[in-house]
């Protein structure tokens, strides 16, 4: 069993939807959880990094952590095309360096 | 106005010629890590630096070194590339080991092996 296990997709939704992207992990000592969107054949960009259970919003985006089920989701509004991309979840323990990520989920929003 | 910069974007190499992939930083930060992305897959950590200390991960094949010359600068060296290699490399960095762990990432390297 994978430590992070992610949806790979792809999901193709219209434009103006709501996104729902989820990942399960199985190590409970992982503290830090993060969101991050790829560009074809580019870096990974940094879209959101919240601590321990709970929400976090930014603009369109939202995060939200469930330590207690082991579930993470990020939650896009009014999908735009530029938001085609694949998203990858990552989590840390507290101590550590080592980012885990899930395989990523590739989303595609269609006009 | 790119904080983690890697160069080439592209490489192409011979089946058993080393080959260095470099990285560059304006940000400061005290850990460079490198992560090996194969097509579909997650981003693989193969070893980080904090600061000076090398921390290699336990099953990065030795054919895989790294040198960080200063706070700035970060290499990848694969000795003796085999078609299992090819892949994106990408470079990371972060402030510290503490809470403010964000990774940040370079475009990529994406090598090719032939």
């Known amino acids: 069993q994978k430590e992070v296990e992610q949806d790979p997709g792809p999901l193709s939704v219209p434009e103006g939807a709501i996104v729902s992207l989820n990942c399960t992990y199985s190590n409970s000592a992982f503290q830090y959880f993060m969101w991050y969107r790829q560009y074809s054949r580019k870096g990974p960009e940094l879209l959101m990094y919240?601590?321990?259970?709970g929400n976090k919003e930014d603009g369109r985006f939202t995060a939200q952590v469930d330590k207690s089920s082991k579930y993470i989701s990020l939650f896009i509004r009014d999908s735009q095309p530029s938001d085609s991309a694949t998203y990858l979840c990552a989590m840390k323990t507290g101590g550590g360096n080592k980012l885990t990520f899930g395989t990523g989920t590739q989303l595609k929003v269609e006009l | 106005d790119a904080m983690v910069i890697q160069n080439p974007r592209y490489q192409v190499t011979q089946f058993g010629k080393p080959v260095t992939l470099s990285c560059s930083q304006t940000l400061n930060h005290n850990v460079m890590y490198w992560y090996q992305q194969k097509s579909s897959q997650a981003p693989k950590l193969l070893f980080h630096y904090y600061d000076k200390d090398f921390n290699n991960e336990a099953d990065t094949p030795d054919n895989f070194q790294s040198r960080r010359p200063n706070t700035s600068f970060c290499f990848l060296d694969i000795r003796s590339p085999g078609l299992g290699d090819a892949a994106m490399y990408l470079c990371?960095?972060?402030?510290?080991?503490?809470?403010?762990?964000?990774?940040?990432f370079g475009q990529g390297t994406r090598l090719t092996v032939v």
């Open positions: 919240t601590y321990s259970s």
């Open positions: 990371a960095t972060s402030r510290d080991r503490g809470r403010n762990t964000e990774a940040f």
